[in-house]
T-cell receptor, first 110, second 113 residues
Framework: QQPVQSPQAVILREGEDAVINCSSSKALYSVHWYRQKHGEAPVFLMI?????EQMRHEKISASFNEKKQQSSLYLTASQLSYSGTYFCGTEDNQGGKLIFGQGTELSVKP | NAGVTQTPKFQVLKTGQSMTLQCAQDMNHEYMSWYRQDPGMGLRLIHYSVGAGITDQGEVPNGYNVSRSTTEDFPLRLLSAAPSQTSVYFC????????????FGPGTRLTVT
């Protein structure tokens, strides 16, 4: 089953912060985060593993709450280059399948 | 390294035609997968492979076949194209299953009329 992302879309001014959430109905082994620019392929941001630490990529960080089967992506002091669609992908304990959510479209305005 | 390559970039098919989307990687990755992307639906897993000779179904496998005879190649076959298969198709590869970074190809935009 696809994880559920929220919000579906968000508009920010440059320098503002945002949080994107990803939740699953299944116990999770790992959570991936990717960003896709319009017309391009998704690009890896970070992976969070069960029992692992919070990860960071530049001014973007993420957390993974195993008990709630949720992950959140935190974008701090957003830049114009952060615009795009963000996808979370989840792997359950069975392994092998990486299932993505429906995406969150982020627009950063000057 | 070329990374993950996909051919063709664009394709138009008529309903009922068959074709193969090609995917190749030169990173010696064991894990490869196919996704389709439709507006509002995110990336949906079609088929995946954890190594040469091993394939398995994803979320939306109907109408598609795959095989993995070599580590490098993972072709996706549309048996009898339908308008519902109009989509952008991405191939991805990684060192292993799940907890490794996925590298995506540039995508194939397929239109079925």
């Amino acid at each position: 089953q696809q994880p559920v992302q929220s919000p579906q879309a968000v508009i920010l001014r440059e320098g503002e912060d945002a949080v994107i959430n990803c939740s699953s109905s299944k116990a999770l082994y790992s959570v991936h985060w990717y960003r896709q620019k319009h017309g391009e392929a998704p690009v890896f941001l970070m992976i969070l593993l069960k029992g692992g630490e919070q990860m960071r990529h530049e001014k973007i960080s993420a957390s993974f709450n195993e008990k709630k089967q949720q992950s959140s992506l935190y974008l701090t002091a957003s830049q114009l280059s952060y615009s795009g669609t963000y996808f979370c992908g989840t792997e359950d304990n069975q392994g092998g399948k990486l299932i993505f959510g429906q995406g969150t479209e982020l627009s950063v305005k000057p | 390294n070329a990374g993950v390559t996909q051919t063709p970039k664009f394709q138009v098919l008529k309903t009922g035609q068959s074709m193969t989307l090609q995917c190749a990687q030169d990173m010696n990755h064991e894990y490869m997968s196919w996704y389709r992307q439709d507006p509002g639906m995110g990336l949906r897993l079609i088929h995946y492979s954890v190594g040469a000779g091993i394939t398995d179904q994803g979320e939306v496998p109907n109408g598609y076949n795959v095989s993995r005879s070599t580590t490098e190649d993972f072709p996706l076959r549309l048996l009898s194209a339908a308008p519902s298969q109009t989509s952008v198709y991405f191939c991805a590869s990684s060192y292993g299953a799940g907890h490794y970074e996925q590298y995506f190809g540039p995508g194939t935009r397929l239109t079925v009329t």
